[in-house]
């Protein structure tokens, strides 16, 4: 229709406006057979324009008198399309009752077909209906698109087509979840689990993807948090681990992101163990992007289904500092985490009690068993936040460790022993005795060359730690020097000044370099030793009491070395005859000696009372004022401080302890672990007791009886047993409180167990400190006084 009378489109204009009693009478007595035709440059019917506004009467009307409801308009949109679009259940069932096709496209490319019949500027009829993307959807696709789930179950009942694609190659399972207001709105989270729910009922493939972003519909449900679509889904064969191309993001990625609980509750049941700790574009796994976001139960459930602590993204950030960086209190949350490991086996009513240990969430990788106490100690920020070792499971998980492990570490003992006192004896023969005593110059020369082999693997296996480490250099320069030693003689003749050169082989070059040497290697030696005794558990409080005291030390004698110099130099002026002031450097050490309170007072001022009073009164003011200021000040204030560091450590010297054994461990795991031991010229025998060394067992239980408590199959001791069983016990009831107030509930059978968990309950009140954040455990000693004073229970 090209040209429009008056009357004519005063009634077009009414149905535009909806008007439809104007319309309705208008149309009474007569109808005008031109609203059948196309109108306007866009070529709409009268039937869309009814569908557009939603007016069934009208629509019924151009129906009885001929309309075709499957006509389209130039763009390909026709009345189901106006009418999916809008939602209107009413108008959709009607249409599909009258025969309406359901696979009709909307297409751009519809404009430019039959354009000579189109007479532009004419009427503006059309031009303000709603212009979708035309992009060849059908009314399914409009229907989904706006989350209308009643007219999507209506279209599938038609027949309508589920698997129609747009131009994007976009599925109407695809498009579910478009709606922006669907994040916020309850009722229409419900609408698009329908339409899902729908969707897939009806066979719609769930393994479709976007192929601009690869993103899939189990995507879309994870990140709207809807667990119940996600469950339908996957139920449907969808993958939780199918990744997108942007970021690489899995479904599980998604869910754990925004911290949806439920969804990835339902994910975890449909993915492998080894799919939990997959990995996006970033390194970065499910458990990471939770922790980020502070998501602490989300957090959980993960660590308990294999979600790797220590896991490392390319930028070298570990869920462990992320746990501390984000989730508050990080303390309390691991402590709830590790409390998870230890469980009762065994509730039933009986003589024993048997008690699970599970150190799965600190071994996720085999290879790997201390890779996350290691991250532990890394990102704790503080020594307080490092009481965490403290817990039964971690203290229990790295005595197991050891005990595997220190056969490597007597070894070492033993090697260091026979360097030192080799070193010394064959020393102490050439000074004292004059003796080339060649049996342990042999000694020595072996040793040596073993513990420079060992320091050279140390650095070759792991460079960028040993390289940094003082210890290293230290044992390097001892066996070095040893070594010389061992092969040269030349040290012989210069002392010895009461006989004889004993007959030896030619001098080494710069022998007499030798004296200092030795002696250089004999300090180092011992130091050494001192190094390595103190790292076992029983003395590693002694070693770090020594350090920490050193350290202060040094630290004030940095600051104090200018009054010590100024003293230096004016003794050396006031008693420039006394042999020990004749310079500068001899001053110097005379002075640090006196500070340890050794003056020589009359030694001093004996030649002084002969010179002139004038001197001697300045002298005595001189050495009076060093007794004041550094003799008793600065002595005073070095000693007090150390007293004070070491009351300080008195508290913390069980977790010091414990990260000194740690570190220890977990160098050397990764030593034995490397490529070298693994290759196929050693032995098969000797890589078997390898690998039985450098791994300990996930798993490993024991019973609590209830006259022989604290029995356990592996080498634990009674106060770690005794932890465990209460931590055990503290799991098997969740809420304390409710046994102690009789508000737990239990059948008769359980009768017995539940006074004997009453009883354990007010135990745990003395077992953990409530003042702090975490759980306090008591001391080793103060958990075996206490458990050898406690008496038998019946279970």
């Known amino acids: 229709m090209d040209i429009l009378d008056e009357g004519l489109s005063n009634i077009i204009s009414d149905i535009m406006d909806g008007d439809t009693v104007l319309v309705m009478n208008s149309l009474a007595t007569k109808f005008d057979k031109r609203l059948l035709q196309p109108i306007g440059r866009i070529r709409v019917y009268m039937v869309h324009l009814a569908a557009f506004r939603g007016k069934m009467e009208l629509l019924k009307l151009f129906h009885r008198n001929g309309a075709d409801i499957n006509a389209t308009d130039a763009i390909g949109r026709c009345a189901l399309f106006y009418a999916a679009n809008r939602g209107d259940n009413e108008m959709v069932n009607w249409l599909l009752q009258q025969g309406a096709y359901t696979e009709n496209k909307v297409s751009i490319d519809t404009c430019f077909k039959n354009n000579n019949r189109l007479v532009l500027g004419q009427c503006p009829i059309g031009n303000n209906l709603p212009s979708p993307e035309c992009m060849e959807r059908t009314p399914l696709h409009q229907a989904v698109a706006n989350n209308h789930s009643e007219v999507v179950k209506l279209l599938v009942n038609a027949g ?13 399972l695809l498009l579910a979840g478009s709606v922006k207001e669907i994040r916020t709105d309850p009722n229409e989270m419900g609408k698009f689990f329908e339409i899902v729910k729908t969707l897939v009922s009806a066979e719609a493939s769930t393994t479709v993807f976007r192929p601009v972003t690869g993103t899939t519909p189990l995507h879309t449900a994870a990140e709207l948090g809807n667990a119940a679509a996600a469950k339908v889904l996957l139920d449907a064969g969808a993958s939780p681990l199918q990744p997108c191309y942007n970021f690489g993001n899995t479904p599980l990625h998604v869910a754990a992101s925004i911290g949806s609980y439920d969804t ?8 492998p163990c080894f799919g939990v700790d997959i990995t996006n574009n970033m390194k970065q796994t499910p458990l990471y992007l939770t922790a980020c976001g502070g998501y602490c139960k989300c957090a959980k459930v993960l660590i308990n289904r294999g979600g790797n602590l220590a896991a490392q993204t390319d930028y070298g950030e570990t869920v462990m500092d992320v746990i501390f960086t984000h989730i508050l209190r990080p303390q309390i949350f691991l402590n709830d985490v590790f409390d998870s490991g230890v469980q009762i086996l065994n509730k039933s009513k009986g003589e024993n009690l048997q008690i699970i240990v599970n150190f799965n969430v600190l071994t996720p990788e085999v290879e790997k068993q201390m890779a996350v106490v290691m991250s532990l100690i890394a990102a704790a920020p503080s020594v307080e936040q490092l009481s965490i070792l403290q817990h039964p499971l971690l203290e229990t998980f790295l005595y197991l460790k050891w005990s595997k492990l220190r056969v490597f570490f007597f070894t070492l003992i033993f090697v260091h022993i026979m360097l030192v006192f080799s070193l010394s004896g064959y020393t102490i023969m050439l000074v004292q005795y004059e ?13 040596s060359l073993v513990l420079l082999i060992h320091n050279m693997a140390q650095m070759l296996m792991a460079p960028r730690y040993y390289l940094r480490q003082f210890e290293m250099w230290m044992s390097y320069a001892c066996a070095t020097i040893s070594l010389v030693i061992s092969l040269g003689s030349g040290y012989r003749e210069e002392i010895q000044p009461r006989g004889e050169v004993l007959n030896a082989p030619q001098h080494l070059p710069h022998s007499k370099w030798m004296p200092s040497s030795i002696s250089v290697a004999i300090l180092l030696g011992w130091i050494q030793m001192m190094l390595i005794i103190g790292r076992l558990p029983a003395c590693g409080y002694y070693a770090l009491m020594f350090s920490t005291v050193l350290r202060n030390i040094l630290k004030v004698l940095a600051v104090f070395i200018f009054l010590i110099v100024g003293f230096a130099l004016s003794f050396t002026v006031m008693f420039h005859e006394n042999d020990q002031f004749r310079n500068f450097w001899t001053a110097f050490v005379k002075t640090m000696v006196m500070m340890t309170g050794e003056y020589e007072y009359a030694d001093l001022f004996e030649k002084k009372k002969e010179e002139n009073s004038s001197l001697l009164f300045t002298s005595e003011v001189l050495f009076l004022a060093f007794i004041m200021l550094v003799g008793i000040s600065l ?14 450590l008195e508290k913390q010297g069980r977790i010091a302890q414990l990260l000194k054994q740690a570190e220890f461990v977990s160098h050397l795991e990764g030593l ?11 032995h098969p025998r000797i890589k078997y007791w390898l690998n039985s060394r450098r791994n300990i067992p996930n798993t490993f ?3 609590y009886h209830k006259r ?4 356990l199959s592996a080498n634990i001791s009674a106060p770690k047993t005794e932890a465990l069983s209460l931590l055990a016990f ?4 969740a809420d304390k409180n409710l046994i102690m107030s009789g508000e737990y509930k239990s059948n008769d059978s359980d009768a017995e167990l539940t006074t004997f968990l009453k009883e354990l309950s007010q135990q745990l009140t003395t077992f953990y400190d409530p003042n702090t954040m975490g759980q306090r455990f008591l001391k080793p000693s103060d958990r075996k006084n206490q458990f050898y004073r406690r008496k038998t229970m019946n279970v």
């Open 435 to 447: 003796m080339d005593y060649a049996p342990l110059k042999i000694v020595l020369t072996f040793f």
């Open 730 to 733: 503290r799991n098997l009831c």
């Open 701 to 703: 239980h024991f019973y």
């Open 672 to 682: 034995i672990s490397h490529q070298i031991f693994r290759s196929s010229w050693l």
């Open 635 to 648: 002595m005073n204030l070095m000693i007090g401080l150390a007293v004070n560091d070491i009351q300080e």
């Open 264 to 271: 990835v509750l339902v994910l975890l049941e449909k993915t």
């Open 160 to 172: 309508a087509n589920v698997h129609a694609e747009d131009e994007r190659r976009h599925t109407p």
């Open 708 to 711: 022989n408590s604290g029995d």
